[in-house]
């Protein structure tokens, strides 16, 4: 198996630049403190005019969001992106695959700027390229790899992107992850899925709405060698899920809905699909951000709804319904640690570099990963139905 060298680096310190894992911003960051930081971030923003168009994820902070031009999930603003091609910088308030999904997607003269190299995503960093190739290999020994179609979702790596690109893969959001199965299992005869990073969203896509029986789908360990798995288990899978899961959504579980069903009969448990099973399996409903806000929006007035996803996400949606009663479904504090990265001192040193001139956390994608993380990308878009919206 190849080493994972993954060494700890102190927030905000150290460099790693081939990992999700980030650097300091060069330059000074303002202080969080400075008075006048909302005045500096619209005087840079108003001199840059329509070169830069910033994009700002669910679950950033208000204050980040406050610049925002426009607000979505990571496919939908990675498409947004693509709709502004006079945009000489897209400035990308999310984290660092949703950058690189930008510049995937993007022209070759567009600068996706992503404000704090140290946003990545714990999830993305669970499958890294070494791993998966092993793992690959390992598929080709135990006699299965011809069935198998890779699948990987957005949160992940651009070259775990291309490497299911490269071979007969695609990429799939939470909204569209079971149209990308059907299309995976009609590849091949006996087709299998590889199901890249979340474990959760795979077995839920695969159970809830597939059909498929929790015993045909197996965990591959990337830590363990073959997986933990064994040649026969690996035949009898239909759905090979990566061991990943989102650090925020993991944390929700089961016990808290049953505690609030007691507490209010009628409360509605809206979750996330990276949720574990044994919570989705007790929410009423279940679906991706964009879904979550859409159902909030048209709930009625005086309803209540307890919702599993992140809390900065959560929190705006309370604000905005001040008519419904809306929980967040966890006992603690539970925001995107890596999202919150992007503040507004980042921000504003982002704009004032850009408005100077000067260039700064530029996401470059290599042009083989590119090409083929492009690819997969493209077969998700050309999925029937839902594929095209997130
Ligand atoms: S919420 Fe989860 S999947 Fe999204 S960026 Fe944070 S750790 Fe990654």
Redesign the pocket.
Known sequence: MTTVDLPLLPLGKGTDLNTERGVECPGDLPAPSDPDLVARAKVAKEALGGSVFILGHH?QRDEVIAFADVTGDSFKLARDAAARPEAEYIVFCG?HFMAESADVLTNDNQRVVLPDLAAG????DMARLGQVEDAWDALADAGVQDQVVPITYM?SSADIKAFCGRFGGAVCTSSNADVALEWAFAQKPDAKVFFFPDQHLGRNTAVLKMGISLDECVVWNPFLPNGGLTAEELHAAKMILWKGH????GKFSPDVVDELREADPDINILVHP?CKHEVVTRADLVGSTEFIIKTIDEAPSGSSWAIGT?LNLVQRLANAHPDKKIAFLDRTVCF?S??NRIDLPHLVWTLESLVAGHEVNVIDVDDETEKFAHIALQRMLDLPGRAARD
Request: hydrophobic residues 30%.
């Open positions: 679950y984290v995503c714990s999830m993305a949160n989102c650090s925020v959504h990276e992140e995107c890596t999202m």
